[in-house]
């Protein structure tokens, strides 16, 4: 108590809050450094997924996905999707090669331009057509965009199939040319 018989406050000064804010702020600095000091670099592989399931499972409702067999010694798929069966038909498949670099297959019913405005770029530059012996074609239009991005594409059918990424030419045209719709083998 104070000595005017009423209970003391505490008094709220600028300073003592700008004082509080500089203590807790070098504080946060000092805990980041001291994490930054002591940590090792992070590698994070990616999680390979059972794509080839996915694809049997796809097959077996009656639907044609455009697949790679096997992918080459380094590749890992990271990502399959399947529409339910009811649903319109959509099949997406995310590879990383060797070296990290990204392929997306989709095969859907869109059009072909609105497939590339979604997974490539609003605006995309038509290339020179890829010639790669496939199951699924021999011809294949070809795309690019401003961030260097690839894309080939194709009919299946009444689909469209979409193969795009940021991978280097010579590597979509290898994935390019594994592509199959055989059914997928026992294994």
């Known amino acids: 108590m104070s000595e005017t018989g009423t209970p003391g406050r505490y008094q709220r000064t600028t300073n003592g809050l700008i004082g509080s804010i500089i203590v807790v702020v ?40 455009a697949y790679p067999p096997a992918l080459p010694a ?25 070296e990290g670099r990204f392929i997306g297959l989709r ?4 059009s072909l331009d609105d497939l590339l405005e ?14 790669v012996d496939s ?20 009919e299946l059918g009444e689909e469209t199939v979409l193969v795009y990424g940021s991978a280097p030419e010579e590597d979509m045209e290898v994935f390019l040319g594994l592509l199959s719709t055989d059914p997928v083998a026992s294994r």
């Open 74 to 98: 380094g590749w890992v798929a990271t990502n399959v999707e399947v529409s339910p069966a009811g649903q319109r038909p959509q099949f997406f498949l995310a590879v990383l090669t060797d």
């Open 118 to 131: 979604e997974h490539v770029d609003e605006r995309t530059d038509e290339e020179a057509p890829a010639e």
């Open 135 to 154: 199951g699924i074609a021999r011809t294949w239009e070809g795309f690019s965009d401003d961030g260097g991005d690839r894309a080939y594409a194709t």
């Open 26 to 65: 070098l504080f946060v600095i000092g805990i980041v450094i001291f994490r930054s000091i002591f940590r090792s670099e992070l590698e994070v592989e990616p999680e390979p997924v059972d794509y080839l399931d996915a694809v049997a499972a796809a097959q077996s409702a009656g639907r044609e996905p």
């Open 107 to 110: 095969q859907e019913e869109d």
